[in-house]
């Protein structure tokens, strides 16, 4: 299982700060996600960055074997 935590409007668009979610990609956790949460969610999610055991920028595809968490983080702003 992969511990996924929702910050800001991602936590706020699923109703939990975190879950847990079994995949075996990106695509598939997001799917997962899309797929509990609603499109809300989804609208949100596309904003998102996901960040895959603290590493940023990858495909949909990449294999999330023995990946220990995910964190889903939308844009921030602040000054």
């Known amino acids: 299982m992969i511990l996924v935590r929702l910050f800001a409007a991602a936590e706020s668009a699923a109703g939990t700060g ?14 997962i996600l899309v797929a509990r949460h609603g499109e809300g969610f989804e609208a949100v999610l596309g904003r998102c960055s996901m960040l895959v055991d603290g590493r940023a920028g990858l495909p ?17 702003a602040g000054g």
């Open 18 to 31: 975190t879950e847990e979610v079994e995949a075996a990609t990106l695509g598939e956790l997001k799917a």
């Open 60 to 76: 949909d595809d990449h294999d999330l074997t023995g990946v220990q968490g995910v964190d889903v983080l939308p844009p921030f």
